[in-house]
C-alpha cells in the first residue's frame, strides 16, 4: 500500500541528515507493581514486542522510486521486524540516572533507517532504585513531540488495577492484515491524492508570506517577532553526537510563583530557562551583551489555520520571547519575559491565516529557514535556542499496574541550533529535557543544577519561598 | 596536522553509505582475575577511558575543505572526546552469550561519524558467567580485520601477573602533544604527498589489470578464479541493520580432520562453512543446484606486491574457492574445497604482481568492484560470500591479569554479499564470526548449529571421531 507523504512530513525527511537527525524522543519512568517478579522487566519487553497487529502508523517507510515517479511515498515495510524496532537493553552499574541519560544520549544520536518504519523503543532495566525506563524514538515526518507524547500516553490508564493494555504502536482492533503488493502513484486514491497536492499547492505559497511576516519583525525591533538575536555558543554547527539532561520539579512551586509575580505558568518556565541559559553560558564566559531569544511554539487552533492535518499533528505558531539574559535580577528578567510573550501573542492573534501559518512554518521546519533567510539577506540568527512546553496528563497514569512516574521529552537540535529545551508536565510535576550536540554544548548537566539554582532565586523574589 | 589519505582507505570511505557502513569488528571474552572486586569492570572501563596520550591512528579524521582543495585528508580532532569514543555497556537479564550478540549486532549496525575519529570501544558487563566482554569498531580505512586484531593483541601479555597495561588506543611512549593548526595541502610534507601519489598512479592502472584477469577466469570455468556463481539471496541488495553469531572449536578438532584426509586447516574450515551453507539454504529451500562460490583472501608477501602499506595492512591477494554446496557428501566437498583452493593458489602464483593486486583489488573494494564488472557486461556475482580466516594467538593472554578466553571477528556485508564469516584462531580454538544483514540474511543462529553438526559429520567422515 502506498500513500503520498505531506509537505511537511516531506521536508522533515529532506531536511535530515548524518550530523542532524530528525526525530523527536521520550523517557518514561515506571514504578514495577507490588509482587513484580524477577523477571518482570523481560516481561514487560515481551508484551510490548509480542503485539497481534501493528498500527499502520508504525508499519509504513518513506520510498521513493521510478514507480513513484521519483516521489518520495509512504510505503508499508512487508518484512516488518519487530525485533529491530522493539528492544531490551541495560545500565551498566552503579545504575544511577547518570547512566540512563548516557544510554539516552547515545540511543537518540543514531538515525533511523528509511528502509525500515522510522521509530524504535527501548525497555531499559538496571536502575539501582528498581524503577524501570522506556526510550522511545519516533520520526517528526511521523509525528511532532505533542503527539508522540499523545501517543504513549493513550495506552495508560489511570487504574492501577486494569492489566492487557497494549503498546503504543499495536493496532486497536485486531483484525487480519490483508497482504499489501506495490502499487504505482497512479493507483493512489484520488481523494488522497487531492487531498496531498491541494496541501502542496497551499504550502508553495509560504515562502513569500513567511518573508513578509518575518521582514515585518525586522522593522520592529521591539515588536515580540523581532529577529535580532546575538550571535551565541549554540548558534554553530553541529555534530550528530548529543546529550541529555533531565528533571522534574512540582508544579506547584512554579504555579505559587506565578500566582505571585501576576505571570503565567509558562513564562515561569521560560525564566527558569533564561536565568539558567544566562548562568550556563556566564560560567563558559559565553554570555552576550544582548538578551538571547527563544522561540516558542504556542498551540494554534487547527480549523483556524484551515491546514492542520486531521491528525492534529502539526498545527503550531511560534513567538519569539525575549529571555532578558542581560538583567540579573530574576523578577525583572520575570517581567519581561512576561511582557515578550503577551505581546507575542496578540501580535500572532491579529495574523490572518496565512501568516500563522507561515510563522509556524518557522516552528515546523527551522532546518529549512535557514537558506530562505540568507537569500533575504538576513544573516543573523532569527533567535537563539528553542522552548516547548507540551502539557501532559495531570493524573497518576499506569501501564499495566506499572506507576508512570515520570515523563521527559528529547529533541531535536539542529545546525545553527545546538540546544532545545522541551518541557512536559505529569501528575503534578514539571519536567525539563535538555537536548543539545554533544560537541557545542558541553557540560549539559549544569543546567539542571541552575535550573535548580533558579527556582529557588524566582521563589525568592516572589516572596514565595 | 593534515596528512594525505591513501586510495585504499579513500575508496573504503567513499564506498560507504547507510545501508553499508565500512567497519569491522571484534568481540573480547574476558574472565575477571581472581579476587576481583565488585566494580571490576567499572574500573576496567575507566582504565581504557583515562589513557594520558591517544596514539595518532585513534586520533584522525577524514576532513574535506576548500583549503584540501576538495580531496579527502586525515586531519585531527582537535576536540578529541574520548567518552564518545570509550562506552560502559551493559546486558540485560538473563545476560546469556545470546544477549551479547544480540548487542553487538545492535552496535556493529551504526556507522562510525566522519566528524569524529572512526572508532568505538564497549566495555560490557552483565553476562550471568562473570565474563566481561569488550566490542571494538573501526573504520577499514583504518584498518584491516587483521592489522585490527594485531592491534588488540598488542597490548595483552602471556603473563598473567602482569599490570599496568594501557589501552589500544593509547600511544606507547606518552609525550606532550603540540597544537595542531589546520594547514592547507601545500604544507603537506612533499614526501608523503609524493607517496600518495605515486600509489595513486598504480592505483589508477588497475580496472584494466583488474578485468583483464576476471575476464581469464570467466574464460576458463574450471579455473580457480572462475567468476561463475549462481544467483543466491545472499546476493540482494542489503539494509544497514546487521545480526552477529559465533562460536569457537578447539582447533585440534579440525586439525586432526585435517590430517586424517591430508588436506590443510584452511581446507577444514571452508569445508565446515560450505555444509553449514549448504544445510542452511536447504532449511530455507534455496539452495542452488550449481556450487556456490567463495572469495577465500589470502596473505601476499607485501615487498613481492611491491605496492602494500609499510603497516603490512592491505596486502592479499584472494582465491576464488568453489564450495561444492552441491555434494551432499562432507567427505566429497571436503576434497572437491582442497583442490579449488590449491589451484587458486597455484593460479595465484604465478601471476605478476600488478595481476596479484589486481586480485587484491577484488578483496579490499568489492563493493566499487559491481559497477565496474557490469561495465564489462558481467553481471552474474562473481562469488556468492566471503570467508576469510585470520590467524591470532596461540597462547593464552592477558589484560592486567584478565584472561582473554575468546575472539571473535564481525566484518562488512556489503550489497550484494548479504554474509560474510571470518575465522580466526586463539589458544587452542579457531572461533568463527558471522556477520550478515539482518533483514536478508535471516535466522543467522541456526549457522551455529550447522557448523557444529557438519564438524561431527566431516570428523566421523574422516574417521577421527
Known amino acids: 500500500m502506498v500513500t503520498p507523504i505531506d509537505p511537511t512530513a516531506t521536508a522533515f525527511l529532506l531536511a535530515e541528515n548524518r550530523s542532524m537527525p530528525m526525530h523527536v524522543g521520550g523517557l518514561q519512568l515506571f514504578e514495577k507493581p507490588e509482587g513484580a517478579g524477577r523477571n518482570y522487566v ?14 499502520p502508523l508504525f508499519l509504513k517507510h518513506p520510498h521513493r522510486s521510478a514507480r513513484t515517479a521519483g516521489q518520495l511515498v509512504w510505503k508499508e ?15 551498566p552499574k552503579p545504575g544511577r540516572i547518570r547512566e540512563l541519560l548516557e544510554l539516552c544520549g547515545r540511543l537518540h544520536s543514531t538515525r533511523l533507517a528509511w528502509e525500515r518504519p522510522l521509530w524504535e523503543a527501548h525497555v531499559i532495566e538496571g536502575l539501582r532504585d528498581g524503577r524501570v ?4 524514538k519516533t520520526h517528526h515526518a511521523l509525528v511532532d513531540g505533542v503527539s508522540a507524547m499523545r501517543l504513549l500516553q493513550s495506552v495508560l490508564t489511570t487504574d492501577p488495577d486494569k492489566r492487557g493494555m497494549g503498546a503504543p504502536w499495536a493496532a486497536r482492533s485486531p483484525r487480519r492484515r490483508k497482504p499489501a503488493p506495490e502499487i504505482s502513484l497512479s493507483d493512489v486514491s484520488a481523494t488522497a491524492l487531492r487531498a496531498a497536492l491541494g496541501i502542496t499547492a497551499e504550502a508553495a505559497g509560504l515562502p513569500g508570506a513567511l518573508v513578509k511576516t518575518l521582514t515585518k519583525g525586522l522593522r520592529n525591533e521591539t515588536s515580540a517577532v523581532s529577529l535580532y538575536a546575538p550571535r551565541t555558543m549554540f548558534n554553530q554547527r553541529i555534530t550528530g553526537s548529543r546529550r541529555f539532561a533531565a528533571q522534574d520539579w512540582p508544579i506547584e512551586r512554579l504555579r505559587a ?21 544566562r ?12 538578551p538571547l531569544v527563544a522561540m516558542v511554539p504556542v498551540g494554534l487552533n487547527a480549523k483556524k489555520s484551515g491546514l492542520a492535518s486531521a491528525e492534529g499533528g502539526n498545527a503550531v505558531g511560534a513567538v519569539m520571547c525575549q529571555l532578558a539574559t542581560d538583567r540579573s535580577d530574576p523578577a525583572s528578567r520575570l517581567t519581561a519575559i512576561h511582557h515578550s510573550m503577551k505581546d507575542g501573542k496578540e501580535a500572532l492573534s ?3 491565516p496565512v501568516q500563522i501559518v507561515a510563522m509556524s512554518a518557522i516552528g515546523q ?5 535557514g537558506p530562505l533567510l540568507r537569500m533575504q539577506g538576513i544573516v543573523r540568527p532569527p533567535y537563539n535556542l528553542i522552548i516547548s512546553n507540551v502539557p501532559g496528563p495531570r493524573t497518576t497514569h499506569y501501564w499495566n499496574g506499572a506507576r508512570l512516574v515520570g515523563t521527559y521529552p528529547l529533541s531535536i537540535p539542529i545546525n545553527g541550533m545546538g540546544l532545545n529545551i522541551t518541557c512536559t508536565s505529569y501528575d503534578g510535576r514539571l519536567a525539563f529535557g535538555l537536548t543539545g550536540c554533544r560537541r557545542t554544548v558541553p557540560r549539559l548537566q549544569r543546567f539542571i543544577a541552575h535550573l535548580d539554582g533558579e527556582i529557588d532565586a524566582l521563589e525568592k523574589a516572589a516572596g514565595v519561598a
Open 365 to 369: 521546519t527551522p532546518a529549512i529557514l
Open 257 to 277: 510563583i506565578g500566582k505571585a509575580t501576576d505571570t503565567t505558568l509558562n513564562d515561569v518556565v521560560l525564566a527558569m530557562c533564561s536565568g539558567a541559559v
Open 77 to 91: 515495510d512487508e518484512q516488518f521486524d519487530i525485533e529491530h524496532h522493539v528492544r531490551h537493553s541495560a545500565l
Open 42 to 55: 523481560r516481561e514487560m519487553y515481551e508484551q510490548m514486542r509480542d503485539v497481534e497487529e501493528i498500527a
Open 133 to 136: 525506563a522506556m526510550y522511545t
Open 279 to 290: 548562568r550556563y553560558l556566564e560560567e563558559l564566559d559565553a554570555l552576550p551583551d544582548a
Open 350 to 352: 491579529s495574523m490572518t
